[in-house]
């Protein structure tokens, strides 16, 4: 587990004016991009791609480094995820979620209304969600199986190490599901934005509601900083 923000993972960043960044861990610096994104999902398996939203809705992959690109063509999106086996989900604009079929190049639509998603980092066949309610929920599609998570109203989830969940419920403040009792253990602070650490279930990364961004390590009370832009969504990918 890490005491610090992990330098095997790679952050990445929507600015407060739309374009997209990454962190350079070595230069402790922001590297700007050009292009307006409206989402972002970091590949969790490499830190040189990231999948993004296009402002037409359209789904794309990119690998800054080696610039190769790959379209999923099919929807408009508002909300993508990455899960196990690099399965990617989304929320279509019209509410629907969706997850895209590789062997078919289509997006298989749900007819689920979504407000937020974040795909099971350990398996392609499931996803956590957040329903129209505010409830908290777990679903394996391929083997129709479902799991709750009750006790806030929520507004962002997402999913570290461990299969740790974390939360920003309705109100701002943020939370972790503690699954030994069942229940959300919430914090005092606000936050617009989280993205939980891959590598341990201790940490997450957020933003706060000035617009900084950070991690934070729960358990062990251990902080960084990322300085430099006002970010609005950030996530972490692989090294």
């Given at each position: 587990?890490?005491?610090?923000?992990?330098?095997?993972?790679?952050?990445?960043?929507?600015?407060?004016?739309?374009k997209?960044?990454r962190w350079?861990?070595?230069y402790?610096?922001?590297?700007?991009y050009s292009e307006?994104?409206?989402?972002i999902f970091?590949?969790p398996?490499?830190?040189?791609a990231c999948?993004?939203?296009?402002?037409?809705g359209s789904?794309?992959?990119?690998n800054v480094?080696?610039d190769?690109n790959?379209s999923?063509?099919?929807?408009?999106?508002?909300?993508?995820?990455?899960?196990?086996?690099?399965?990617l989900?989304?929320?279509?604009?019209?509410?629907?979620?969706?997850?895209?079929?590789?062997?078919?190049?289509?997006?298989?639509?749900?007819?689920?209304q979504?407000?937020?998603?974040f795909?099971d980092?350990?398996?392609?066949?499931?996803?956590?969600?957040?329903?129209s309610d505010g409830?908290?929920?777990?679903?394996n599609?391929?083997?129709?199986?479902?799991?709750?998570?009750?006790?806030?109203k929520?507004?962002?989830?997402?999913v570290?190490?461990?299969?740790?969940?974390w939360?920003?419920?309705?109100?701002?403040?943020?939370?972790?599901?503690?699954?030994?009792?069942k229940?959300w253990d919430?914090y005092?602070?606000?936050?617009?934005?989280?993205?939980?650490d891959?590598?341990?279930g201790e940490?997450?990364?957020?933003?706060d509601?000035?617009?900084?961004v950070?991690w934070?390590?729960?358990?062990?009370?251990r902080?960084?900083?990322?300085?430099g832009i006002k970010?609005?969504?950030?996530s972490?990918?692989?090294v």
């Amino acid at each position: 587990m890490s005491n610090n923000a992990n330098s095997a993972t790679r952050l990445w960043a929507i600015a407060d004016n739309g374009k997209w960044t990454r962190w350079a861990p070595e230069y402790k610096r922001w590297d700007i991009y050009s292009e307006q994104r409206t989402f972002i999902f970091a590949d969790p398996t490499t830190g040189e791609a990231c999948y993004y939203i296009d402002p037409d809705g359209s789904v794309h992959w990119r690998n800054v480094d080696k610039d190769r690109n790959e379209s999923f063509p099919g929807i408009k999106a508002k909300i993508i995820s990455v899960g196990g086996d690099n399965r990617l989900w989304a929320i279509a604009n019209n509410g629907v979620w969706a997850r895209w079929a590789p062997e078919y190049k289509r997006w298989d639509n749900y007819s689920e209304q979504r407000t937020f998603i974040f795909a099971d980092p350990t398996t392609g066949e499931a996803c956590y969600y957040i329903d129209s309610d505010g409830s908290v929920h777990w679903r394996n599609v391929d083997k129709d199986r479902n799991d709750s998570f009750p006790g806030i109203k929520a507004k962002i989830i997402s999913v570290g190490g461990d299969n740790r969940l974390w939360a920003i419920a309705n109100n701002g403040v943020w939370a972790r599901w503690a699954p030994e009792y069942k229940r959300w253990d919430t914090y005092s602070e606000q936050r617009t934005f989280i993205f939980a650490d891959p590598t341990t279930g201790e940490a997450c990364y957020y933003i706060d509601s000035d617009g900084s961004v950070h991690w934070r390590n729960v358990d062990k009370d251990r902080n960084e900083s990322f300085p430099g832009i006002k970010g609005k969504i950030i996530s972490v990918g692989g090294v």
